[in-house]
Each structure stands twice: as structure tokens, then as C-alpha cells.
């Protein structure tokens, strides 16, 4: 099994910045495809980034690129997302999920997930 825990979500202005820590637990080894998805009220889940803990390799959602970052320590079990410029259309709940398939951003080739942390970006 795989544990996933989110955190660093709360409120910030428009224009502001937070750093979304995941920290995986248990079956690491098996589930190197790390992703980020994010979900507001009456909403679609909507894939953020992706990234390979082999060799780093990221992949972005056309939404977020350019203001987010996905980054990893391997050392800690633990993927990042550096979000800066963040706009009130960004408030959702935000979700890490794991996957052994490949760099991509199809929720449902996501195996284990978060409980979510919340952001809420105010004008």
C-alpha cells in the first residue's frame, strides 16, 4: 500500500505564492509517477503537473504552466508544488496522487491519492 498526505494549502491573495508538500509512505519504489490535480466545487478533477521521481521529468497542464513547479526530494519521499501568481480562479482543493504508468495527466491511471489540501486565493 501507498500513503499520500498533503499539505501547505491556506489562503493568500492574488498574485501570491504557497508550496504544496506530498509525502508518500510505504510502497515508494513501485509508484515513481507523482501528480498533482486540483478540484473546485461543481467541478471537474483537473490534472496540474506530473512528475517522474527516476530522473525528474515534468509534465504541465496548459492552465498552470509557467506559474507552477513540481519538484521532488527522494530523499524525504516527498514531491512539491511551487505555485506563485496564483489567481481566485486557482481556489480548489488540491490533490497529489501516485501512478506506475508514465508521464501523464489522465486521472484515472492514478492509483493512490491524497486526502487534499485546501487553497483559496482571494482578489
Known amino acids: 500500500q501507498l500513503q499520500l498526505v498533503e499539505s501547505g494549502g491556506g489562503s493568500v491573495q492574488a498574485g501570491g505564492s504557497l508550496r504544496l508538500s506530498c509525502a508518500a509512505s510505504?510502497?515508494?519504489?513501485?509508484?515513481?509517477?507523482m501528480g498533482w490535480f486540483r478540484q473546485a466545487p461543481g467541478k471537474e478533477r483537473e490534472p496540474l503537473a506530473v512528475i517522474y521521481t527516476g530522473d525528474g521529468a515534468t509534465k504541465y497542464a496548459e492552465s498552470v504552466k509557467g506559474r507552477f513547479t513540481v519538484s521532488q526530494d527522494n530523499a524525504k519521499n516527498t514531491v512539491y508544488l511551487q505555485m506563485t501568481s496564483l489567481k481566485p480562479e486557482d481556489t480548489a482543493m488540491y490533490y497529489c496522487?501516485?501512478?506506475?504508468?508514465?508521464?501523464?495527466?489522465?486521472?484515472?491511471?492514478?492509483?493512490?491519492w491524497g486526502q487534499g489540501t485546501q487553497v483559496t486565493v482571494s482578489s
Open positions: 510505504g510502497l515508494t519504489d513501485d509508484y515513481n509517477y
Open positions: 496522487a501516485a501512478a506506475d504508468y508514465g508521464l501523464i495527466l489522465d486521472p484515472n491511471e492514478y492509483y493512490y
